[in-house]
């Protein structure tokens, strides 16, 4: 039987984006592996728990605005 779908079916469409990565890795298959060791020099890291809560006690709050000097400045005009 006659398909309708098959008649307005396009080509698979690809960027030129796409077209330039897929390239890329075709030209340097190592490409990969030298993103995931970059990666994994900097982002790829396991958090010592205990100095992260240290950390996190020894912030101190922030004031509202932080760049006001005066505590009083309706009453310094």
């Known amino acids: 039987m006659f398909k309708l779908l098959s008649l307005f079916r396009r080509a698979d469409y690809?960027?030129?984006?796409?077209q330039?990565?897929?390239?890329?890795?075709?030209?340097?298959?190592?490409?990969?592996?030298?993103?995931?060791?970059?990666?994994?020099?900097?982002?790829?890291?396991?958090?010592?728990?205990?100095?992260?809560?240290e950390w996190n006690q020894a912030r101190v709050e922030q004031k509202a605005y932080p760049y006001q000097t005066d505590p009083r400045p309706s009453e310094a005009r």
Request: charged share 30%; glycine share 2%; hydrophobic share 40%.
């Open 20 to 53: 330039f990565i897929d390239q890329l890795k075709a030209q340097k298959p190592q490409l990969e592996a030298q993103q995931r060791a970059g990666r994994a020099l900097l982002w790829d890291k396991n958090l010592d728990r205990s100095a992260l809560a």
């Open 14 to 18: 690809q960027s030129d984006a796409t």
